[in-house]
DNA sequence: GGGTGTGAATGAATTCACAGCC
DNA sequence: GGCTGTGAATTCATTCACACCC
């Protein structure tokens, strides 16, 4: 066997490096020198060095790196990393993820919005609310749908993401119905714990919870 | 020295179980029954058993529990922690938390309204933004200003948190900024990176990097 | 039996340390 | 000298295992 197969399966990463990594890719993008140096890195995050030089080891930075990283070859190999490619020979696929917004309230509302994804790989496909008023008078660039319409219009347009804006009440049974009708990942803006099968991925992006944590 | 001196030092939990315990509370406080299981939590978590009663004795659930967990005393306890009381004798100080939003772009409006911190700890009291007309024409139940008045206002008003939501590329100033006037924590809504002191607390809740996460 | 309390054992993530390269 | 590449060492978090209690 060859060097290839030294190459680490990125497909398993651990979720801190992941996430670190998630979170680099804004600052690459904004960066304009072409190279970087773990050192920068450093100083830029407030990660170890060492630790970043780590994870970029992870994700198959190894050996000919000479002096610095070049930005756009971590940011390629990060992107490719979240369009899960676990086929790198694979052909230059279609890596637009469909998501949708359930729950039009104040904060779901303020997501009616296309700046939120501009130049990501995700589109908000729908908006769901139970409440018929909403969306009747909400304005928005893609279409607002009665929460009864989930089901089909999840499966019709291919959504595989939502963001859980709806009442805390309300949010365990949606998350169920949500998985039901398909959905793979949620972003959980409630504060109430989702409990979802394994292969189910949700992150919790409670505001309440996170004032909580920085007292 | 007596038993006294084996109850747990609260001060510096693990940020894990911390992060644990905050998520426990909305959940404990909808229980209706008046004790609980680590076996039932755990259901309702997905966490396991073991590590619930693990955190939970962490906290000073240790012995004296027959039957699974009183939810109140659970409760209370956690409360304590948040509310760093160092010194359980300390009197029944006013534990209020001031906090503010600093942009009142799209989501920084959405958050115009007390019902995100309603009956919690929080207070929001007032609102930032650059932009003289946004502070003129958005309504809200707190004082909004122009961010020229941050310093004066955080320092009056006592407040030690908060809410960022800038755009992107002000972010980072912003933060600096806001650590200089005297902000402890920062819920950072936007996708930058903070870098700030030690001592200064962030959670970062980056909806586009919460989404890269779900996939 | 079903539950907690608790240290020890395991597993995971980070940091160190240093060889090797320019 | 400054930088990366990489396994080993260390630190941290979770899980196990079992004594004890009702």
Redesign the pocket.
């Given at each position: 066997m060859n060097d290839e197969t030294?190459i680490k399966d990125t497909s398993n990463l651990?979720?801190?490096?992941k996430r670190?990594l998630v979170e680099l890719l804004p600052l690459l993008n904004e960066c304009e020198s072409k190279?970087?140096?773990?050192?920068?890195?450093s100083s830029l995050t407030g990660?170890?060095?060492?630790?970043?030089?780590?994870?970029?080891?992870l994700i198959g930075?190894?050996?000919?790196?000479?002096?610095?990283?070049f930005v756009k070859e971590i940011i390629n190999k990060i992107n490719e990393l979240l369009e899960n490619k676990k086929d790198s020979q694979c052909e230059k696929q279609e890596t637009v993820k469909n998501c949708c917004i359930v729950g039009l309230g104040r904060l779901g509302a303020a997501l009616l919005d296309e700046s939120l994804t501009k130049q990501s790989m995700f589109v908000i496909k729908a908006g769901f609310d139970s409440n018929l008023n909403r969306v009747e008078i909400l304005r928005s660039t893609f279409p607002l749908y009665p929460a009864n319409k989930m089901q089909q219009v999840i499966k019709n347009e291919n959504i595989e993401i939502a963001i859980l804006t709806v009442e805390q009440k309300d949010a365990k049974q949606m998350a169920e119905r949500l998985v039901s009708y398909g959905i793979k990942g949620i972003v959980n803006m409630t504060n109430q714990i989702l409990s979802v099968p394994q292969n189910i991925k949700v992150e919790n992006l409670s505001i309440l919870n996170a004032l909580n944590l920085v007292i």
């Open positions: 030294r651990p979720k801190p490096t670190r190279k970087i140096t773990s050192l920068a890195l990660w170890k060095a060492s630790l970043i030089r780590h994870d970029l080891w930075f190894n050996k000919g790196v000479k002096n610095g990283y």
